[in-house]
């Protein structure tokens, strides 16, 4: 996995949206006016802070010790950094980041949803 197969991927949900809200170099992707996923990198490797429910966050980090961080500079009850060094499978982040676009999708208010549609 990498930055460019994570922005393609939520590119292509509805209402979904790259920005550069805090550095021309971090990627976010938003659905709406809130963000669902924000890449960086973690040491030598990208990575990517995506959206988590918290009893998940800590079941995912057990199963993926040392590839899933308690999100960096996030919440790290409601974020998990994904790292991509191998350790999880492109389908799981993949999952991981539709997971994540459907938490943040859920939490907006009935009419932000009713414009992006």
Do not use: C
Not at 48 to 63: I, S, T, Y
Request: proline share 6%.
């Amino acid at each position: 996995m990498n930055h460019a197969k994570i922005m393609e991927a939520g590119l292509e949900w509805v209402g979904s949206s790259l920005h550069y809200p805090f550095d021309p170099n971090l990627p976010v992707l938003f659905v709406g006016s809130k963000m669902f996923a924000l890449l960086g990198r973690t040491g030598e490797h990208e990575s990517v802070n995506l959206k988590v429910e918290p009893e998940e966050a800590w079941l995912l980090r057990q199963q993926y010790p040392g590839s899933v961080l308690p999100g960096y500079h996030m919440n790290k009850k409601h974020w998990n950094t994904v790292v991509f060094d191998g350790g999880v499978p492109d389908s799981e982040v993949h999952a991981m980041l539709e997971h994540s676009y459907q938490l943040v999708w859920n939490k907006l208010t009935k009419r932000e949803r009713a414009e992006l549609k």
